[in-house]
């Protein structure tokens, strides 16, 4: 047997497992690195996130991503080489967090690398009839097992494709497996650059568990305050709080095509981008509209398509626990419109359940890692858009 499958196969088999989960989302923000230790799977995974970090992004590392991101041409010789150099980045960012932990390389049994997403094409946004559901990460897998001397499983989302998924949401697996219990039901609710939610039924039957994209989550707003303001984000929502939402706006806003279909169903920037508001703009003639009220607008927008999506779900008098993770949670602007509008459901976040919510995302590629190498695919039955397999594509060193 090569020694490397032989190494594989003991490492798998561990009582505990020490795994890194990664995630670049699309806010481009810097990559979280999750160090988790790992036993059991399936039902019975037992998590633990020993250390976390956001390894930061220069700028001009996000202005090279944006070169390629989110975009129907580009130049595909940088497609190509950022294949490579962002999986070197994202490496050299492990290097060194293990390095400030006091961990040695030798330490991690694996790694579990979600990529760059540049480019995500459901049938619903190509709409090219001969053409399947369709997603692209890169940040080569084979790199980052060279560089750190670590497996590395990466590339989740293409398992998830083949078997008959749009390749997102993949939450659904870990909420699963860490969430779930019995005697409650469940929302998780994440907001990144697009928000999604898991619904989890108190009864813990997989079958009946549903996940889906909603809409915008923060993609809309950070996209506009990083053209007009040159910041990042809005931090503490001051710049949307200091405005007034326009009802024309965000009338506009929400009469998408998207928004209307049935559930699951995924999407990402190469919908809702800078170009979608302006046709909003356009359409509702609020061109003059100041900055603030803009932001005051897409705020409200995001806040609408969530609650909407909750409420198509579970009533309008929902009153499910939602538990909140991502840098959606963060703004306060958008939480307080999600209790005006769903003001039956409890609001909290995974770190009542002993995940940091900042972290969730990366701890989730860690279980879907785990499941691959110990762990079964769990059965979903027949529940549209959630195929029953396991994912990700396994890089040895050496």
């Known amino acids: 047997m090569n020694a490397q499958i032989q190494k594989l196969y003991s490492k798998a088999g561990k009582p505990e497992r020490l795994i890194i989960g990664l995630m670049s989302g699309t806010s481009m923000d810097g990559l979280d690195i999750a160090l988790c230790s790992v036993k059991k799977s399936g039902a019975e995974t037992d998590i633990r996130v020993l250390k976390f970090k956001t390894g930061d992004y220069t700028a001009d590392f996000r202005a090279k991503i944006k070169a390629i991101f989110s975009k129907k041409e580009v130049d595909l010789q940088l497609v190509c080489l950022m294949n490579e150099y962002i999986a070197n980045t994202h490496a050299q960012l492990i290097n060194e967090a293990l390095k400030e932990w006091g961990y040695k390389n030798d330490d991690i049994d694996f790694i579990a690398s979600h ?3 540049i480019f995500h094409a459901p049938k619903s946004l190509h709409q090219l009839a001969d053409y399947p559901n369709g997603t692209l990460q890169i940040g080569d897998g084979d790199h980052i097992a060279i560089k750190t001397g670590i497996i590395t499983l990466s ?45 989890l039924p108190g009864n813990t039957d997989a079958s009946e568990i549903f996940s889906t994209d909603v809409g915008p989550g923060n993609t809309l707003m950070d996209q506009y305050m990083q053209q007009q303001f040159n910041q990042f984000y809005d931090k503490h929502a001051a710049v949307a709080r200091s405005g007034h939402s326009n009802p024309g706006l965000l009338a506009a806003l929400l009469d998408c095509e998207f928004l209307m279909l ?15 508001l302006v046709k909003a703009q356009e359409k509702s003639a609020t061109t003059h509209l100041g900055q603030e009220d803009v932001m005051a607008t897409l705020c409200h927008f ?10 198509r779900c579970f009533g309008s008098d929902a009153t499910v626990q939602v538990f909140m993770s991502g840098g959606g949670m963060h703004n306060p602007l958008l939480v307080q419109l999600l209790q005006i509008k769903l003001p039956f459901c409890s609001f909290l976040s995974t770190e009542d359940l002993n995940i940091n919510p900042d972290a969730k995302e990366a701890v989730l590629f860690a279980v879907l890692a785990n499941e691959t190498l110990c762990g079964e695919p769990i059965d979903f039955g027949n529940r549209q858009g959630v195929p029953s397999v396991c994912m990700g594509k396994i890089s040895l060193p050496k």
Not at 156 to 174: M, S
Not at 262 to 276: I, S, V
Not at 302 to 311: D, R
């Open 155 to 199: 590339d989740f989302r293409q398992k998830h494709l083949a078997a008959g998924g749009e390749g997102a949401p993949l939450a659904v697996y870990g909420d699963y497996l860490m969430f779930s219990k019995a005697g409650e039901d469940r929302v998780m609710l994440n907001i990144g650059g697009i928000a999604n939610f898991t619904y």
């Open 302 to 311: 995001s806040a609408e398509a969530i609650s909407n999506a909750i409420k």
């Open 115 to 117: 990529g760059q997403t």
């Open 262 to 276: 049935d559930f699951p169903k995924t999407t990402g920037p190469e919908l809702f981008n800078l170009e979608y």
